[in-house]
């Protein structure tokens, strides 16, 4: 696909901005490899083969007579020695990098929970036993998917809501600032206590219940965009052409507002990840088991004595939110129309 000389001039300022690029380089390499989270760290062979049969326990669940021709009917603890024991007398296994699942309890640790880092937990345990490497790999993956997730849908809704805004004004506009200024105002940790003491929250309640608030980020600037550029010639000559109203909020004035909604989005993605560790903080998050970074947080305060949770979770938390600012950075700087390629004025 070939660019075209604007494009190609924003791709050159965001590469000059060389602390941007790598961040993003990395955080996307991070997010990729936390998407194969179970081939990294879990508690059952990636692949085995065991009396001439292939398996696969990291996608399927087997029964032990599956693998076993003397085993019993009941599901395959992988981790039992005697299960061990037969797959190596009878075949092979390939384990994970990590051989614990964001939920195993770690046995045989020597010392109380939490158990500072070793050879065989890198990263220590927590206070139930739990690998935090693995907790963490799976923690990073449902932060960042919720927050994508998060960010787009908002994004969408803000978009549409400002487009409509600027574009017909008059009394559209006003209605819907009074009601963006009174839901805005709304309690929302009231409220989020109040959905946690009616249903459990997840994933995908957490979703919908900060959609309702998080789509107004982006309202303000695509409003004044469409404000501004409704009234521009060009605009004016395409509606007397006859182009609908939908093709000129599409076609022609949408990309112009999209140039500041970019520049914002790195940094509204680092809000809903710090938002979702937020309320994993406070106990109004993820159900819980899950892994989560904020849980980690609460753990780290909860248990002063292991300085290694504390660290761990500063490190991911704090890198994690680090790299996004530098990517925003970057991409404002991209998408500035007085930077000249390489950086400069």
Same mark, same amino acid.
């Given at each position: 696909?070939?660019? %075209?000389?604007?494009?190609?001039?924003?791709?050159?300022?965001?590469?000059? #901005? &060389?602390?941007?690029?790598?961040?993003?380089?990395?955080?996307?390499?991070?997010?990729?490899?936390?998407?194969?989270?179970?081939?990294?760290?879990?508690?059952?062979?990636?692949?085995?083969?065991?009396?001439?049969?292939?398996?696969?326990?990291?996608?399927?669940?087997?029964?032990?007579?599956?693998?076993?021709?003397?085993?019993?009917?009941?599901?395959?603890?992988?981790?039992?020695?005697?299960?061990?024991? /037969?797959?190596?007398?009878?075949?092979?296994?390939?384990?994970?990098? $990590?051989? =614990?699942?964001?939920?195993?309890?770690?046995?045989?640790?020597?010392?109380?929970?939490?158990?500072?880092?070793?050879?065989?937990?890198?990263?220590?345990?927590?206070?139930?036993? &739990?690998?935090?490497?693995? &907790?963490?790999?799976?923690?990073?993956?449902?932060?960042?998917?919720?927050?994508?997730?998060?960010?787009?849908?908002?994004?969408?809704?803000?978009?549409?809501?400002?487009?409509?805004?600027?574009? =017909?004004?008059?009394?559209?506009?006003?209605?819907?600032?009074?009601?963006?200024?009174?839901?805005?105002?709304?309690?929302?940790?009231?409220? !989020?206590?109040?959905?946690?003491?009616?249903?459990?929250?997840?994933?995908?309640?957490?979703?919908?219940?900060? @959609?309702?608030? %998080?789509?107004?980020? *982006?309202?303000?600037?695509? &409003?004044?965009?469409?404000?501004?550029?409704?009234?521009?010639?060009?605009?004016?000559?395409?509606?007397?052409?006859? $182009?609908?109203?939908?093709?000129?909020?599409?076609?022609?004035?949408?990309?112009?507002?999209?140039?500041?909604?970019?520049? @914002?989005?790195?940094?509204? *993605? %680092?809000?809903?990840?710090?938002?979702?560790?937020?309320?994993?903080?406070?106990?109004?998050? @993820?159900?819980?088991?899950?892994?989560?970074?904020?849980?980690? $947080?609460?753990?780290?305060? #909860? #248990? !002063?004595?292991?300085?290694?949770?504390?660290?761990?979770?500063? /490190?991911? !938390?704090?890198?994690?939110?680090? *790299?996004?600012?530098?990517?925003?950075?970057?991409?404002?700087?991209?998408?500035?129309?007085?930077?000249?390629?390489?950086?400069?004025?």
């Amino acid at each position: 696909m070939t660019l %075209s000389p604007l494009n190609r001039r924003r791709l050159a300022n965001f590469r000059a #901005n &060389r602390r941007g690029y790598w961040s993003l380089w990395i955080f996307g390499t991070l997010f990729a490899v936390t998407l194969f989270a179970e081939v990294l760290a879990n508690d059952r062979p990636i692949l085995a083969r065991v009396e001439g049969k292939w398996f696969f326990p990291v996608i399927t669940e087997y029964a032990e007579s599956d693998i076993l021709s003397d085993g019993f009917p009941t599901a395959a603890d992988w981790r039992d020695p005697e299960l061990l024991r /037969a797959v190596e007398e009878r075949g092979w296994a390939i384990w994970p990098a $990590v051989p =614990y699942s964001f939920n195993t309890v770690v046995r045989d640790l020597g010392t109380p929970a939490p158990s500072p880092p070793s050879a065989r937990n890198l990263l220590g345990t927590d206070d139930q036993a &739990r690998d935090v490497l693995a &907790r963490v790999i799976y923690g990073f993956r449902i932060s960042v998917l919720f927050g994508l997730v998060l960010t787009l849908l908002s994004s969408a809704i803000g978009i549409a809501a400002g487009a409509v805004q600027g574009y =017909y004004g008059g009394w559209v506009d006003l209605s819907m600032q009074r009601f963006i200024e009174v839901w805005s105002g709304m309690p929302q940790l009231f409220l !989020l206590i109040i959905l946690a003491s009616v249903i459990e929250p997840g994933f995908s309640t957490l979703l919908i219940f900060l @959609l309702l608030f %998080s789509w107004m980020s *982006l309202t303000g600037v695509v &409003r004044a965009e469409f404000l501004r550029g409704r009234n521009l010639d060009y605009v004016r000559a395409a509606k007397a052409l006859g $182009v609908s109203d939908l093709g000129l909020m599409v076609r022609h004035i949408l990309p112009n507002a999209m140039v500041a909604t970019l520049t @914002l989005l790195p940094f509204i *993605l %680092s809000g809903s990840v710090t938002v979702l560790a937020s309320l994993d903080f406070l106990g109004f998050g @993820l159900p819980p088991g899950s892994p989560s970074l904020g849980e980690l $947080v609460a753990q780290s305060k #909860n #248990n !002063l004595q292991a300085p290694w949770l504390a660290a761990t979770a500063f /490190a991911v !938390l704090g890198g994690t939110l680090t *790299l996004l600012i530098f990517i925003g950075e970057a991409v404002r700087d991209a998408f500035d129309p007085r930077k000249l390629p390489g950086g400069g004025r």
